[in-house]
């Protein structure tokens, strides 16, 4: 596990030989010794994220967390799992690894917030053909790293070394997060017509959308090491792998203050497909397209022709997290206090049927 014992081929089995110079474990293709080294590599890592409510020291089978001791009196557990899709082909094409750990947090803990839940703690699974220790540890760093900024603690994972499984370099990433709230404080609870609809900004692409990134830089003629043309003092592959922002420190402190009545996390279906999730049915969200938009968004539907209908279904399009709000005036002083950048959306209506949204962008809103 990555916390407390981050293991190789399902909790580091021994190497299994035939005779003194028949059969072995690392002549199948598994290094057991890369795998401890990997633990060893990794322990501070995981031991920086602690947190209350984290129980016992490393090497266990299974993580304990109390959350008593992290301040719950009647708690109701959230749980989320996610992963970070082909950005990490781009991530193996070019050798920038630890965004994507950042991007694996950032996909389930902004998940938990958005039902009021405070991310307690996280584990990962990664997966490859071949163990590389330093590929490895700069995933698993930028996990800690992502997990430091959402507040949870990273307490296990498991690292499987699976040869013939992957082509040489590939791995994949998964992510499970663990959260909390008070039974009486869930999310989305109240959300009405007249309220308000206010948009996070995002940090790019974030997660989503990136088979049809790739198809658009490969119909470019691009290299990821080329001057990104909507970033010029960055090359193509550092641009767009800029990772995901994590919004949970900013909405916990929005729901601390009882100014939060609903939230969605903008990932794949764009706001069309994610911000009906936070409404009740007889509502719809109003919204007008007419927030900056990113150099990035421009470019990737100039270049790719991508409609604007289709740019919103697939892409954040510069809003990577939508609020509900009923005092839009006091949510916007505090997200812009805890570092936000915030965007009046529009607001939500009274209308027949499911929930649902309109968006209303402005003429050239997407030219470049």
Known sequence: MTGPDHQTEHHRRPAVTAAADGLSYHASGVDIDAGDALV????????ATGRAGVMGGLGGFGALFDLKAAGFADPVLVSTTDGVGTK?????????????????????VNDLIVQGAEPLFFLDYFATGH????????????????????????????????????????????GFAVGAAERTRLLPAGVAPGDAVLGLASSGVHSNGFSLVRRVVSTAGLGWGDAAPFAPDQSLGQALMTPTRIYARA????????????????????????????????????????????????????????????MLRVFNCGIGMAVIVSDAEAATRLLHDQGETVHPLGRIEAAPGSASVTIDPPEGWLAP
């Open 88 to 108: 990490l082909k781009i991530a193996i094409e070019t050798g920038l690894h630890g965004g994507v750990g950042i991007d694996l947090v950032a996909m389930c």
């Open 131 to 174: 163990l590389s220790v330093d590929q490895a540890r700069q995933v698993i760093a930028g996990i800690a790293d992502g997990c430091r900024q959402a507040g949870c603690a990273l307490v296990g994972g498991e690292t499987a070394e699976m040869p013939g499984m992957y082509a040489a370099g590939d791995y994949d990433l998964a």
């Open 40 to 47: 060893e590599a990794i322990k501070p890592l995981a031991k």
């Open 251 to 310: 909405l916990l402190a929005l729901h601390r203050a009882g100014l939060l009545k609903g939230a969605a996390h903008i990932t794949g279906g764009g706001l069309p497909g994610n911000l009906p999730r936070a409404l009740p049915d007889g509502t719809r969200a109003a919204l007008r397209a007419d927030w900056p938009m990113p150099p990035v968004f421009r470019w990737l539907a100039a270049t790719g022709r991508v409609a604007p209908a289709e």
